[in-house]
């Protein structure tokens, strides 16, 4: 069952109340979904989610039937009326009931973790069709069940020719010498805040590299992050018994400090379009 927090959702076009869930209790198990982060009142990027959103809803065959500014106002409303301004949005697509619009239980870092870097495990996983986003309950219990008992904050996933891929609910990156590498795009879930680091590496002349990083090979790194929506961008201290000075890596504390400059100059930029 989804956590479905505040007061009101909408399924499709119909505002409803928490307190019934009725059209959660007919999803089926794989359902086409995208997470937003809500921050001061305004969804982050609210556009590319959008449009990747849309797209894995037309690779299973489903497409959205809103518009893109339908959906939009629809989720301004969603903020509003909630007064919630610093919560994730889940929206979730199905065949059968449509399409459900509505905050979620939430989890965000603490400064510590920015300051300090997080804890990560491996666990030798791999997700089908890496590019959509689907929800999977096994592959979602398998990842947890690694978190609890490691105290990992984060999953990395391991495929079968024994290469890092993605975090199990984020993007990895690398830092080995001046270069960033990162998996193959083909590979993993084309994150947002992940396109947006692309941007970053590009705009600050940073050697960004998309290749197959082997587990074998991470003796020799000089720092790693992972990146997300509830995330942003989030050093790592350890990867296993690997220790790292991540949170002194010049390259990875310039990507952060851009991203929070790209992220403030969004809201502000949004501010004045609030529907």
């Known amino acids: 069952m989804e956590y479905v927090e505040q007061n009101l959702y909408y399924h499709n076009d119909k505002e409803q109340s928490t307190d019934n869930l009725h059209p959660f209790e007919q999803l089926t198990e794989?359902?086409?979904?995208?997470?937003?982060?809500?921050?001061?009142?305004?969804?982050?990027?609210?556009?590319?989610?959008?449009?990747?959103?849309r797209t894995s809803?037309?690779?299973?065959?489903?497409?959205?039937?809103?518009?893109?500014?339908?959906?939009?106002?629809?989720?301004?409303?969603?903020?509003?009326?909630?007064?919630?301004?610093?919560?994730?949005?889940?929206?979730?697509?199905?065949?059968?009931?449509?399409?459900?619009?509505?905050?979620?239980?939430?989890?965000?870092?603490?400064?510590?973790?920015?300051?300090?870097?997080?804890?990560?495990?491996l666990l030798n996983l791999e997700r089908?069709?890496?590019?959509?986003?689907?929800?999977?309950?096994?592959?979602?219990k398998t990842v947890l069940a690694k978190r609890e008992k490691t105290g990992a904050y984060e999953v990395l996933l391991v495929d079968q020719e024994d290469n890092l891929t993605e975090g199990s609910r984020s993007n990895l990156f690398i830092v080995k010498g001046d270069k960033l590498y990162?998996?193959?795009?083909?590979?993993?879930?084309?994150?947002?805040?992940r396109s947006k680091v692309v941007d970053i590496c590009r705009q600050?002349?940073?050697?960004?590299?998309?290749?197959?990083?082997p587990v074998s090979e991470l003796n020799t790194i000089d720092g790693a992050f992972i990146s997300g929506t509830g995330n942003d961008i989030l050093p790592i201290a350890s990867i296993n018994n690997i220790a790292l000075e991540s949170i002194k890596n010049p390259i990875i504390l310039t990507i952060m400090r851009e991203y929070y400059r790209l992220v403030n100059q969004y809201i502000v930029s949004k501010k004045g379009f609030k529907r």
């Open 30 to 53: 794989k359902n086409v979904y995208e997470v937003i982060r809500v921050k001061e009142g305004i969804p982050l990027f609210l556009e590319d989610h959008l449009l990747r959103f």
């Open 128 to 140: 089908e069709d890496p590019n959509i986003k689907l929800q999977r309950e096994e592959y979602q």
């Open 57 to 121: 809803a037309l690779y299973v065959g489903n497409p959205l039937t809103d518009s893109d500014n339908t959906l939009i106002s629809r989720l301004y409303q969603l903020i509003n009326k909630n007064s919630a301004f610093d919560q994730n949005i889940k929206l979730i697509w199905n065949k059968d009931i449509g399409l459900l619009a509505f905050f979620t239980k939430s989890f965000y870092p603490p400064r510590s973790y920015y300051q300090s870097g997080i804890k990560t495990t």
């Open 204 to 213: 600050q002349q940073i050697d960004i590299i998309e290749q197959k990083i």
């Open 182 to 193: 990162t998996s193959p795009a083909k590979n993993v879930l084309l994150g947002i805040v």
